[in-house]
């Protein structure tokens, strides 16, 4: 299973635009790369996923090179309540999709 | 998008209590659902993983014989922590993989266990 590398947390500004950056050197060919949110004491929340170059949708993009090696979530304008623990995940789904959660990255959003 | 259930949201209980707890997708089926705890602060880590029919794989370091896990229909698993103890108190979520062909999981919205 590819391991994942996240920043611990991150702070930001609201309005401001934040760039959450993960490793995974190790992904397999087959693997798709998936973010979560997280608030406390809820289950994750599925943001977005891709597999290569950009993929975009009403609340993110992704961006991912094409050795894959890495990806960005990018959270456009955020507001206090995208303060969270985002997490990134990587997986092929066959096998029945055992997941593994890295430490996530905590943001915070100040006023 | 799919949607997972989990209940209860919190549960309080006294030492020795086993305490059930169920996971449903609600609106597709999972022939395979994955449980997992959470510690304050801390990331979720994988206990099982439920599979539909069959005897669950537990992760190493996970007792099976304390946390029984059932997953006896294509939408339901439950997870029965035996015997509850106070270091057994925690977050517990359930995952499932939709059938539809996305590769992604939905998860449930989390069960808070205290065990006094």
């Known amino acids: 299973l590819a391991k994942t590398t996240q920043p611990i947390s991150m702070d930001s500004y609201e309005g401001q635009e934040v760039n959450i950056t993960c490793s995974h050197n190790n992904i397999a060919t087959n693997d798709y790369i998936t973010w979560y949110q997280q608030f406390p004491s809820q289950g994750p929340r599925f943001i977005i996923q891709?597999?290569?170059t950009k993929v975009t949708n009403e609340v993110a993009s992704l961006f991912i090179p094409a050795d894959r090696k890495s990806s960005t979530l990018s959270l456009p304008r955020v507001s206090l309540s995208d303060t969270a623990v985002y997490y990134c995940l990587v997986g092929d789904g066959s096998g029945g999709f055992k997941t593994i959660f890295g430490a996530g990255t905590r943001l915070f959003v100040k006023a | 998008g799919a949607v997972v259930s989990q209940h209860p949201s919190r549960v309080i209980c006294k030492s020795g209590t086993s305490v059930k707890i169920e996971c449903r997708s609600l609106?597709?089926?999972?022939?395979?659902m994955f449980w997992y705890r959470q510690f304050p602060k801390q990331s979720l880590m994988l206990m099982a993983t439920?599979?539909?029919?069959?005897?669950?794989?537990?992760e190493q370091g996970v007792e099976k014989d304390k946390f029984l896990i059932n997953h006896a229909s294509l939408t339901l698993s439950t997870l029965t922590v035996a015997s509850a103890h106070p270091e057994d108190s925690s977050f517990y979520i359930c995952?499932?993989?939709?059938?539809?062909?996305?590769?992604?999981?939905?998860f449930g919205s989390g069960t808070q266990l205290s065990v006094l």
């Open positions: 439920s599979n539909e029919g069959s005897k669950a794989t537990y």
């Open positions: 609106d597709f089926q999972a022939t395979t």
């Open positions: 995952s499932a993989r939709s059938d539809r062909g996305e590769e992604k999981l939905f």
């Open positions: 891709g597999y290569k």
